[in-house]
């Protein structure tokens, strides 16, 4: 069964570059699925940041899409997010999740990055 | 963007009673292949979302059968035969079909 984990700093300062790395265990980067991260602000839903493939094909929220960078790393069986000239509308619980046939089945537990 | 309007944004609903959760897409989630891109997720508090139905009704391995889904095109419900107190959270319907994935706002399920 595949495990996602978060890992990065918890506190980043405005217009600095907020960078997440997730995980994986239980199974391969390399498998037929997107890799993706999603977050959510203080008491508000859930906003689509993008998602990865394998091969380092990238889809990216238009929202974000001009500070945003995701990547892979088969060599260590995990991906990243790099998200910069954050603000305090960055301050967020992030999340790894892996989307098999078109939704999202598996979810990290969640990091929290407050921009400050 | 494709945009998803849940009601009621609350729900306080009696122990061992039905529950009902309505999402509406701006716009149809059938894909060229025939599915429809729809799920439902569900967030205890404190907990990440879990996956509860995908493509409209399928129930994710390790759900209850009390959840069940249904709808078409443009609109859907999740629907809890009878809630236990486990059920306590907020749901979410989402999209796949188009990107960006959306979400819609979360529909906070209480118990009365």
């Known amino acids: 069964q595949v495990q996602l984990e978060e890992s990065g700093p918890g506190l980043v300062k405005p217009s600095g570059t907020l960078s997440l790395t997730c995980a994986v265990s239980?199974?391969?980067?390399?498998?037929?699925?997107?890799w993706n991260w999603v977050r959510q602000s203080p008491g508000k839903g859930l906003e689509w940041i993008g998602e990865?493939?394998?091969?380092?094909?990238?889809n990216y929220n238009p929202s974000l899409k001009s500070r945003v960078t995701i990547s892979v790393d088969k060599s260590k069986n995990q991906f990243s997010l790099k998200l910069n000239s954050v603000t305090a509308a960055d301050t967020a619980v992030y999340y790894c999740?892996?989307?098999?046939?078109?939704?999202?089945?598996?979810w990290g537990q969640g990091t929290t990055v407050t921009v400050s | 963007d494709i945009v998803m309007t849940q009601t009621p944004l609350s729900s306080p609903v009696t122990l061992g009673q039905p529950a009902s959760i309505s999402c509406r897409s701006s716009?149809?989630?059938?894909?060229?292949?025939?599915?429809?891109?729809l799920s439902w997720l569900q967030q205890r508090p404190g907990q990440p979302p879990r996956l509860l139905i995908y493509?409209?009704?399928n129930r994710f391995s390790g759900v209850p059968d009390r959840f069940s889904g249904s709808g078409a095109g443009t609109d859907f419900t999740l629907k809890i035969s009878r809630v236990e107190a486990e059920d306590v959270g907020i749901y979410y319907c989402?999209?796949?079909?188009?990107?960006?994935?959306?979400f819609g706002q979360g529909t906070k399920l209480e118990i009365k």
């Open positions: 999740a892996q989307l098999g046939d078109n939704f999202l089945d598996v």
């Open positions: 239980g199974g391969s980067i390399s498998s037929s699925n997107w």
């Open positions: 990865i493939y394998h091969s380092g094909s990238t």
């Open positions: 716009q149809s989630l059938v894909y060229n292949d025939g599915n429809t891109y």
């Open positions: 493509k409209i009704y």
């Open positions: 989402m999209q796949t079909l188009q990107f960006p994935y959306t």
